[in-house]
């Protein structure tokens, strides 16, 4: 084979090793993260509880069994600490709204629990997370950033509320929901708010509901404020419960109009009796 002949040979590999690697370098079209992969199914998970035999670790490397956490609702934010997005967002916008909610207080009436999914995540990576969010223990009571003790417990603990997440080694990042979960004082789940659509009303709808029975006297006119709402599981979110106000209003019409014919009879007899 002649020189030339080894020139267009060398040529011909080089070009078919480049488009080669070329075309496994370059993404698919399904490279994206399908959301509805976070998609929870809502009414299927409502009722289901936290753990009982659960036990968390708190930021000065304290133990804390979880039926010794705090009687009374509470939110659960499922988070990992080392995050530099959407779990700082969702922190903050929690903490944000909680400011606006005002039939209820924290502490009093409810708490906030931070728990990691991440293995990785220690007591250092706690302290970072809390001080980037402006958390520090004394400013911010009745808020909890805690660790499983037992890392092989995140995973059947985060499936058993349907909250599912991966890691992506080329992203170096985890892909989760931006939802939190409201729970009642016994630790089951009372609602899911996705964060990133909520209100501080639907949060503070979704803690009277997970009050359940467990009303102070002064928070019972709030309770009855909120049967005027129904969460909507399209939406993620409260919104007017119109046959409520329906109801209402055929409710008055119809006494109105009960009264009103009891008024003109009552005149009618009366002229009557006069002319007699």
Known sequence: MGCRNWIWLCLFIWMAGAAEALAFSKPT???????????IDQEKFLGVRFGKDVTLITEDG?????????????????????????CFTVGGALRTLLKDVKALRIVDDYNVLFVSFDKNDTVNTIDSFRKYLGLSKEQTPGWYVTLFRDPERIQPEMARFGYKFFWSPRDKTFFHPTVILIMNGEGRVARYLNIMNATAKDIELALLEAKSNQFKPSETLDYLVSLCYSYNFKEGRYTVNIPVFIGAGSFVLGIGLLLGSL???????????TRQ
Not at 29 to 39: G, T, W
Not at 73 to 79: E, H, N, S
Not at 263 to 273: P, S, V
Request: charged share 25%.
């Open 62 to 86: 304290g133990l804390l069994p979880f039926e010794q956490f705090p009687e009374r609702p509470f939110i659960l934010v499922p988070a990992y600490y080392t995050c530099d997005g959407s």
């Open 29 to 39: 079209e399904n490279s994206e993260i399908d959301p509805n992969l976070f998609r």
């Open 263 to 273: 008024g003109i009879y009552r005149l009618i007899h009366r002229r009557k009796n």
